[in-house]
């Protein structure tokens, strides 16, 4: 099989996929690299992480926010993003030579998710063609446009993985994706159910926010500053009362509406604020996250029998202990099926991205509301194959 004149290994009984994933926190790259088989479970072979230095997440919390000089700045952040992925992936290809890789999966950077503006779009970041450059290997990203062409949210897409690896037929699993957001997916024991999934709301990123501006540091590490406030019980109310909450699915969200506008504005109704202190206000974040991912879950049908987390938050013991404490069924880590919950999200656009190359859908419209599945994401082929391409066309 060809495609882009690029020799795909369908004839093989197994492929080598690199997966990519940075995430709404902004903390930086995630890299996997998945042995795809026709018939078992990708198995996971290597994995990598790059953090971002200070300056680089500055930038994208910039760019994010729309505070750029001019468009060059987001451009060289789009190239910076490749190579810093580039150096992930030229790390993990330590484990198997570049040869046996069918494609690299690259998420991006997401700078702005807007599914139900005019038009609706949403833009990761990190040049992809710069990254095929630099790995001389086909990349797969922009993985989102497509659904939201198909009329969906375009998110959460990891659902589809979820469920071709971690459903069973015998009870009704969830997977709670603790990012910067929070995504759920309820895999029905009963095939004949639909696989369901949505953004919950806020994972990280209100917790991470409030540290960052009033303790100084990146992220509450293992919960200990919330532990040291008290839950505000009204203030909790307050931010209960939300339209994003009570939306009906299919629905997904962003930093462009939960970020420090949105809390200054919910403190904003709340006669409390001044009378406690930074640490109640984390604490109250944190149960207020894990209060809106555990209705979340509470409202799924068919009800949920086990759960399991992955993403950063599951690193937070405070916030799984007051998720644990309003949902009544087992909350174990991903790793008790075979992936480590820093992984999951890089597994998924790995298979993805195999998946496109294929010529097979990976989305879910029962998840994110388009008119049907689509092939997800652009091919970027590396320069050899690009010249390979252009010859056999001229
Ligand atoms: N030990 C820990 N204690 C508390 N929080 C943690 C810990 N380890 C990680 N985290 C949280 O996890 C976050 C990173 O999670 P993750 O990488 O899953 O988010 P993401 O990049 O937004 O991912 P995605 O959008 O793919 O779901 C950090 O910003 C931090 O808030
Ligand atoms: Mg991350």
Redesign the pocket.
């Known amino acids: 099989m060809q495609y882009f004149g690029i020799a795909m290994p369908s004839e093989k009984p197994s492929a080598l996929s690199i997966g990519l994933?940075?995430?709404?926190?902004a903390?930086g790259v995630?890299g996997v690299l998945l042995e795809i088989h026709d018939q078992a479970r990708p198995e996971l072979h290597a994995t990598c992480s790059q953090h971002y230095s200070d300056s680089t997440k500055k930038k994208i919390r910039k760019t994010a926010k729309r505070k750029i000089r001019d468009a060059s700045e987001a451009a060289e952040l789009d190239m910076q993003l490749a190579g810093i992925c580039a150096g992930v992936v030229n790390r993990l290809i330590e484990h198997s030579g570049p040869a046996r890789i069918a494609v690299v999966g690259c998420h991006g950077q997401t700078v702005h998710h807007s599914p139900n503006s005019k038009p609706p779009f949403s833009l990761q970041i990190g040049n992809a063609e710069e990254l095929a450059r630099l790995t001389n290997l086909p990349v797969v990203s922009n993985f989102r446009s497509a659904d939201i062409q198909a009329g969906g949210q375009g998110a959460p897409l990891a659902p589809a993985f979820h469920q071709a690896v971690f459903a069973s037929p015998r009870e009704n699993r969830s997977v709670i994706?603790?990012?910067?957001?929070s995504n759920i997916t309820c895999l029905p024991a009963d095939p004949v159910l639909d696989v369901t999934g949505f953004d919950t709301g806020p994972?990280?990123t209100l917790?991470?926010n409030w540290c960052r501006t009033h303790f100084g540091c990146?992220?509450?590490?293992?919960?200990e500053i919330a532990k040291t406030g008290e839950v505000q019980l009204d203030l909790l109310n307050i931010l209960l009362d939300d339209k994003y909450l009570k939306l009906e699915t299919p629905k997904s969200t962003g930093l462009e509406y939960f970020n420090m506008k949105w809390v200054k504005e919910k403190l904003g109704l709340w006669d409390g604020y001044g009378q406690c202190s930074d640490a109640d206000i984390l604490a109250t974040l944190t149960e207020f996250t894990a209060t809106s991912i555990a209705d979340a879950l509470n409202a799924l049908t068919p009800g949920v029998s086990r759960g399991f987390l992955c993403?950063?938050?599951a690193?937070?013991p405070l916030l799984v202990s007051m998720l644990a404490r309003r949902t009544d069924f087992g909350l174990e880590p991903t790793t008790t099926l075979g992936i480590d919950p820093q992984w999951v999200?890089a597994a998924a656009f790995a298979w993805m991205a195999y998946r496109t190359v294929q010529g097979l859908t990976s989305t879910l419209p029962s998840v994110t509301g388009a008119s049907r599945p689509v092939i997800a994401g652009t091919l970027h082929a590396p320069p050899a194959a690009s010249r390979v391409c252009s010859t056999a066309q001229s």
């Open positions: 994933m940075s995430g709404t926190s903390d995630d994706n603790i990012g910067g957001i994972g990280n917790i991470d990146a992220f509450d590490k293992d919960g993403g950063g938050g690193h937070n999200e």
